[in-house]
Nanobody, 114 residues
Framework: QVQLVESGGGLVQAGGSLRLSCAAS????????MDWHRQAPGKQRELVET???????KYGDSVKGRFNISRDGAKNTLYLEMNSLKPEDTAVYYC????????WGQGTQVTVSS
């Protein structure tokens, strides 16, 4: 069973930065797609950013230019660098990995105060 463990969330003021981490229990190169999703209170879960094994990166319109996704194969970790944070970025952020199956982490809370 694959495990994904997110960390790095917290409380930050608007305009600040955070880096989220998603540590996988096996090589991240075994996943053809890894991405970050988020879910704000009362809203549906939405895709934030995607990273494919071929190096393709896709960004959601609301975070383009502010967030950056990356992988560290040596650490089996996916990252989400978040800059210029806004109160509307407040949500639980989830890591997802896709191979023969789809795996989700437990989520990490990000709260941006105005």
């Amino acid at each position: 069973q694959v495990q994904l463990v997110e960390s790095g969330g917290g409380l930050v003021q608007a305009g600040g930065s955070l880096r989220l981490s998603c540590a996988a229990s096996r090589s991240i190169f075994s996943f053809y797609v890894m991405d970050w999703h988020r879910q704000a209170p009362g809203k549906q879960r939405e895709l934030v950013e995607t990273s494919t094994i071929g190096g393709v990166t896709k960004y959601g319109d609301s975070v383009k230019g502010r967030f950056n996704i990356s992988r560290d194969g040596a650490k089996n970790t996916l990252y989400l660098e978040m800059n210029s944070l806004k109160p509307e970025d407040t949500a639980v952020y989830y890591c997802r990995a896709s191979s023969d199956s789809v795996y989700w982490g437990q989520g990490t809370q990000v709260t941006v105060s105005s």
